[in-house]
């Protein structure tokens, strides 16, 4: 049992660390839910692939560098450590990619990858709806065979898409055989925000931010080429874990590393006796459980590294995260004191963490997991199909 | 990069695994608790006879906390972190036979001073005569007794015996949690599993969520990556929210001396506040990290 990094390994984190260092802007760049943030964040993207930074686990083809998953953590640690930009393309580059590279046809691969890894085409997430939240499986948009174009027509409704007020493309689960059940007869469909039938309408967020929108399908055509994985096949494509060999669907420890080591800093410059006081012990838990997810993170890549997969320990881990961000933003704010509801980089971090427990499945249906599929808890009783 | 025990580790848990629970641990410490060590001193004996006494010195923390997980998942009573923890780094060398200790102010009393071979106040020795009143624990297998007379600390020491008291609240709450999740299958209300009910799925999701982020700091803290400080807070928050909803899961049968769980509940109690409490660990934590430190 060792946590010793190799030369090779210590070599790729001094590459990083320098490059980071000489390119990440000085000044925090605007939201990347508003029009000029994200242009600048695409920007960003780009530079990043010009050095091969922006997916460091992908092939060379791709822009990637063939880093190894110990690499990749290591990549993270320094890109949090430097202050960098939030990724824009994160839904293309850490969700839909691993599946791409899973499921998708060479052709594909080809096509979207490269435009995913500089930034030029940012993917939206398209999967609850407005009757389908964390019970995914009854969502009711549907794709119906068209033979004469040879492709699929979507209609529907998805909802709570983020990135999609301002993306490109975006992907999701569309119910393709109306006679079956739950999750069966569904298939994931690739497919441009700007294609006729689609309608986008920009939500804004707890910051008043577009950083999710609805997405309306009225007839909009999709070909046979952007149908990834089997046709009835979506469920399972969508919710495969292989992808976890490339690491991309773990959640950074080094942001909350990052995190937590910024708090010890505004804790110690605080000069409020009182508050300091008070807020000394969530400093050092947030420091700690940062700490701990970094070395169970170090555990996870240990065991994918060796062939084994994440399975249901993904929701142990999402449920671990999201409580830490808030809890660790949280006491950021108790630190701030009176200046806490004032406009800052706490805030934001604060909003945004408030998302946590909700998304990618909501923590409830996390513990659902954790308790059945790793506890082995009896199922509930299912309620009443529709 | 490997952060995962090696086969020899492995074989160690798997060892002493395998000696505990064919060893009727409960049953050795409520007679300990009882005044009636003989069953625990042959327990010791072999448990000695495994190694466990010599792996602080010839080992490594790694195996230390692989053999505290497991004295900690069955109970296993005596000083065992005085013994095979704080004492063999302190002094150097293996300690023969059973061995406890009082370091004030972190652990104001010895345990089971009365039936050790060696007393020491910090690494000083003391003679019998030394060992005062006895003191009742919440943990009813914590001997505890006065000792008179004044000793050093040993800092390397002290956090292997910080470290191995983690891995010991580490291993007894996994055992709560094992226990409950074995009565939460098995006991019925409203026609169904209590298991199946969201309310206990949750709270049991979230004691194996806590354990799960509390194990990484104690190998991490036995590699000398971060400070054994951090594995305490962890294990204790971890342990003792396994013991609270334990308790709460088994119901009033869990609120008995006589059910086997209530070894556990009280023990991770006493371990909270053994060799640091909570807020001596974070607080140090604390000083370490605005100091630019931690591991």
Known sequence: MDLQLSESELAFQAEAR????????????????????????????ARLAAARWSVVS????????????????????????????????????????????????QEQQDRFLPSMATGEQVWAQCWSEPEAGSDLASLRSTARRDDVRGGWVLNGQKTWSSRAALAHWGFGLFRSDPEAQRHAGLTYFLFPLDADGVTVRPIAQLDGEAGFAEIFFDEVFVPDADVLGG???????????????????????????????????LWRASDDATSRAVTQAGVVDAWVKAQAYRFY??????????????????????????????????????????????????????????????????????RNIVAERILGLPREPKGVQK | MRFELTDDQHDLARALEGLLASSD?????????????????????????????????????????????????????????????????????EVEGVATLALPPHVPLALDADVADHVYVGTTPVAADAVGPRHVSVDRTRRLFEVSGTGETDPAAFDAAVLATSAQL?????RVLADAVTYVKQRKQFG????????????????????????????AAALGEVSPSAAKVACADAAYLASRTGLQVHGAI???????????????????????????????LLQDLVAGGTR
């Open chain 2, 170 to 174: 580490l291993g007894a709450g996994e």
């Open chain 2, 25 to 93: 641990t409960v049953a050795v410490a409520r007679a300990w608790a009882d005044d009636d060590t003989g069953p625990g001193l042959g327990l010791w004996k072999r448990v000695a006879d495994l190694g466990v006494t010599m792996l602080a010195t010839e080992a490594s923390l790694v195996e230390v906390a692989v053999a505290f997980e497991a004295l900690g998942r069955h109970a296993v009573p005596g000083p065992w972190v005085e013994s095979a923890a704080y004492l063999p780094v302190a002094l150097g060398h």
């Open chain 1, 231 to 265: 046709v009835g096949a979506g469920w399972n494509v969508a919710m495969s874990t292989a992808g976890n060999e490339r690491g991309l669907s773990l959640r950074s420890p080094g942001r909350f590393c990052a995190a937590a080591d910024r708090l010890v800093d």
């Open chain 2, 254 to 284: 869990g609120y008995t001396a006589e059910f086997d769980l209530s070894l556990w509940i009280t023990k991770i109690r006493a371990l909270v506040t053994a060799w640091g409490t909570p807020a001596f660990h974070r607080e140090r």
């Open chain 1, 58 to 105: 992908w092939p060379r083809e791709y822009h990637g560098r063939e880093a190894s998953l110990v690499e990749w953590v290591i990549f993270e640690e320094e890109y949090y450590r430097a202050g960098a930009p939030l990724r824009v393309s994160q839904n293309g580059i850490f969700l839909l990619a691993p599946i791409l590279f899973d499921h998708g046809t």
């Open chain 1, 297 to 366: 993170t170090w555990g996870t890549v240990t065991r994918l590294a060796a062939g084994g997969d994440i399975g249901a320990a993904g929701s142990a881990n999402k449920v671990f995260w999201s409580e830490l961000d808030i809890a660790l933003h949280e006491t950021a704010l108790d630190v701030l004191g009176a200046d806490a509801e004032l406009e800052s980089r706490w805030l934001d971090g604060y909003t945004f963490s408030l998302s946590g427990p909700i998304y990618a499945g909501t923590n409830e249906v996390q």
């Open chain 1, 18 to 45: 320098a490059w980071l260092a000489a390119n990440v802007p000085a000044e925090p760049l605007p939201s990347l839910d508003t029009p000029e943030g994200w242009v600048l964040h695409q920007e960003w993207e």
């Open chain 2, 192 to 219: 169904r599993e209590i298991g199946s009910y969201q309310a206990i799925k949750h709270a049991l999701a979230d004691v194996r969520i806590a354990l799960d982020f509390a194990r990484p700091l104690v190998f």
